[in-house]
């Protein structure tokens, strides 16, 4: 009954590959986040689609690209990793779009290791 | 631009003492403010938050927070602190963007609660 869901959960890959992290969300809502969170556990918002449209992106390199094949799954490619995309990526969702004051769900986090 | 600031990196409070994690924060219209918490290797969890009406928000675990618009302060609290609520912190007030709302969070504030 997992309520946001993402894998890998660990991710380990030299400079210069591509990865994905997939992301699902079983609760029926309507957006869907990627944020970053770094060494500090400082935490910055990447993407944010609605019904799979984009509709918040941060400056973020063009490297990252979110997909979001429907409402519930939205996926991070990112193209050529740094060292510095090294970093926990959560996805998380909340219910509607319009809803200013609608709480996130997180998922657990992929921690990406670039060496 | 709206802003949250957690002015302590860490809290440390003895099991069964009274504990606040404060925030401060910065808005231009209506403050939509939250808690959330981090256990470690763990996505963040959704503890409350402060849409409007009653300055006293009781939330999950046993937290509350208490909202104080004169001072832009949104500090939570617990009456008696456990062990288990040694965790990471996180306030965080809700923006509008072009396109849609993101949640713009604190540093975080690490809380240790001592046996």
């Known amino acids: 009954d997992t309520a946001v869901s993402q894998t890998p959960k660990y991710l380990v890959t030299q400079m210069g590959n591509d990865k994905s992290i997939k992301c699902e969300q079983n609760?029926?809502?309507?957006?869907m986040y990627w944020y970053k969170q770094d060494s500090k556990k400082f935490l910055k918002i990447m993407f944010s689609y609605n019904n799979k449209e984009l509709i918040i992106n941060e400056t973020v390199p063009n490297r990252f690209s979110p997909k979001s094949p429907d409402k519930a799954h939205l996926n991070l490619h990112i193209n050529s990793l740094e060292l510095g995309d090294s970093a926990v990526y959560f996805c998380?969702?909340?219910?509607?779009?319009?809803?200013?004051?609608?709480?996130?769900?997180f998922g657990p986090g992929t921690r990406l290791t670039v060496t | 631009a709206q802003s949250v600031a957690q002015p302590e990196d860490q809290v440390n409070v003895a099991e069964g003492n009274p504990l606040t994690v404060k925030c401060t924060y910065s808005v231009s219209g209506n403050p939509y403010l939250f808690w959330y918490v981090q256990y470690p290797n763990r996505g963040l969890q959704f503890l409350l938050k402060?849409?409007?009406?009653?300055?006293l928000v009781k939330g999950s675990y046993g937290f509350e927070a208490e909202f104080n618009k004169s001072q832009t302060s949104f500090h939570l609290k617990k009456p008696s602190a456990l062990v288990s609520d040694s965790a990471l912190y996180f306030c965080a007030v809700r923006d509008y963007d072009t396109g849609g709302f993101k949640t713009i969070f604190g540093a975080g504030t690490r809380l240790f609660v001592k046996a």
């Open positions: 998380a969702s909340s219910q509607a779009k319009e809803t200013i004051f609608d709480e996130q769900y």
């Open positions: 609760l029926g809502h309507d957006t």
């Open positions: 402060y849409i409007t009406g009653d300055n």
